[in-house]
């Protein structure tokens, strides 16, 4: 009670008014003044990564976020160390804390830094039709830790950006148009020129199919059961590939079947260059195999 009654005595309130105001006060003023700094340094700061080519994404990042969370942080502890506060013990306590965070979220800060990487390099961006990690489709939106892509199927699929940066990409937007590969087999007995007339005039009529550059059929393979063609037609978009692909196949194969070419399935011949007479010794008890071995 005595303690109290010597806090509360008036030169006691003045003593302490006039100690710790001044450093409150020169407190608030260091933390207006950084305050003011972000305010006034993020918008020639955006145009500046602006005027660099990096994406909107990774400026919000960096700016926003980053840059900002950074300064008024310096600043927080600069008006701390005004009212006499122990800046660095509290940093270093800060710092045990932030290793320890480090271990437990490792994986979250891998992908982060992936996605750091995906904006700095643009191996892809929103729009651009992907293959990743097993999965094809359009990207639809790119995080600082997942990319998320939409299927041919519309389904929704999430992959962490360190995935696909450890990962093979094949951006089939990046240079604008694209080529479709169609394979067709035909039979060994057939004219290689007269299927590569008919699949040309095919595929001229397939909606999609660009006139230039113009389709072409090569030959790409002598295979075990067929002559293997590919017939190679491009698209303005990547995104459709799968359709055209689809239509581009169907229309070979009518139009190869009302030219009368064959296409054949897998099959295989088999030559026997000698029986021996154990083997007909038991054909004799069929009375067919016994009559062609008499003949």
Sequence with gaps: MQNLLRF?????????????????????????????????????????????????????????????????????????????????????????????????????????????????????????????????????????????????????????????????????????????DVPVGIAYKEDVEAARGVLLDAVQSVEGVKDQPSPAVALTELGGSSVNLEVRIWVDDAEDEKATYAAVLERCKRALDDADIEIPFPHLQLYVDEIGEPVWERAERIPALSRSRDA
């Excluded at 009212?83 to 965070?101: C, S, T, Y």
């Excluded at 929103?126 to 830790?145: L, N």
């Design 8 to 180: 509360v005595d008036p030169e006691n309130l003045t003593t302490l008014v006039i100690t710790y105001v001044p450093k409150v006060f020169a407190a608030i003023l260091v933390f207006l003044a950084f305050w003011l700094l972000t305010r006034l340094t993020r918008r020639p700061l955006r145009k500046a990564l602006h005027r660099a080519d990096f994406d909107d994404a990774l400026i919000r990042l960096l700016v926003d976020n980053l840059y900002k969370f950074t300064i008024l942080l310096l600043g927080l502890f600069m008006a701390l160390g005004q009212l006499g506060i122990n800046v660095g013990a509290a940093l270093a306590g800060m710092g045990v804390a932030g290793i320890a965070v480090g271990f437990a979220a490792q994986d979250s800060l891998a992908n982060t830094i992936a996605g750091f990487l995906i904006f700095w390099d643009k191996p892809f961006q929103v729009g651009q039709v992907v293959e990743t990690q097993g999965q094809y489709g359009k990207v639809t939106s790119i995080t600082m830790r997942t990319t998320r892509i939409r299927t041919p199927n519309n389904t929704y699929v999430v992959v962490p950006n360190k995935e696909i940066i450890d990962d093979v990409l094949v951006n089939h937007s990046m240079y604008g148009e694209s080529r479709v």
